[in-house]
Structures are given as structure tokens and as C-alpha cells.
Nanobody, 116 residues
Framework: QVQLVESGGGLVQAGESLRLSCAAS????????MVWYRQPPGKEREMVAAITPGGIANYADSVKGRFTISADNTKNTVYLQMNSLRPEDTAVYYC??????????GGQGTQVTVSS
């Protein structure tokens, strides 16, 4: 099994930046992508950004131009650089693989709160 642990969240003001990390306890193979999701208060979970093993990134329209996903395979870690944060970015952020194989254990997420 591989455990994912998200970190880097916090309370920031609108316009500021945060970098989230998703660290895996081991190497993850045979997946389509690593994905960052978020779940705003009272809303459903939504995809934020994804990166393929080859480094191709995909973003939700709401974060294009502000967020950047990257991966460091030597550290088994995926990052989400979030710039120009907005109050509507407030959510718990999670990472997981696509597909989410049962041997990949998701983390507790990391809370991002953006004040106006």
C-alpha cells in the first residue's frame, strides 16, 4: 500500500499564495495521472488539477492561469502552487491517483482558507 499525505494549507488573504504538497510513501505506477481535488464547504468534491506521468497538466477552468501542478518523482511528491488566491478557493484540498486504486490510501486533506 501507498499512503498519500497532503500538507501546506493555511489561512491567507485574497491575492496571496500557497504551495500544497502531496507526498506518497512509495512509488505510484500504472496510473493515468495524479490529481488534486478540493471540497468547498457544503459542496461536492471537484477536480482542480491533474498531471500525467509524462508531465502533461490539466486544470479546472476556475484555476487556469493561477494554479500550477508539478511533480518531483525523486521525492514521490506532487505539488500545487496556488497564486492569486480568492475566497472561493477556500476548501479542503486532497490528492489521489487516477484511477484511485485500492492500494493507494488517500490522506486527510489540507485546509485552505482565503479571507477577503
Amino acid at each position: 500500500q501507498v499512503q498519500l499525505v497532503e500538507s501546506g494549507g493555511g489561512l491567507v488573504q485574497a491575492g496571496e499564495s500557497l504551495r500544497l504538497s502531496c507526498a506518497a510513501s512509495g512509488r505510484i505506477v500504472n496510473i493515468n495521472a495524479m490529481v488534486w481535488y478540493r471540497q468547498p464547504p457544503g459542496k461536492e468534491r471537484e477536480m482542480v488539477a491533474a498531471i500525467t506521468p509524462g508531465g502533461i497538466a490539466n486544470y479546472a477552468d476556475s484555476v487556469k492561469g493561477r494554479f500550477t501542478i508539478s511533480a518531483d518523482n525523486t521525492k514521490n511528491t506532487v505539488y500545487l502552487q496556488m497564486n492569486s488566491l480568492r475566497p472561493e478557493d477556500t476548501a479542503v484540498y486532497y490528492c489521489n491517483a487516477d484511477p484511485p486504486f485500492g492500494w493507494i490510501l488517500g490522506g486527510q486533506g489540507t485546509q485552505v482558507t482565503v479571507s477577503s
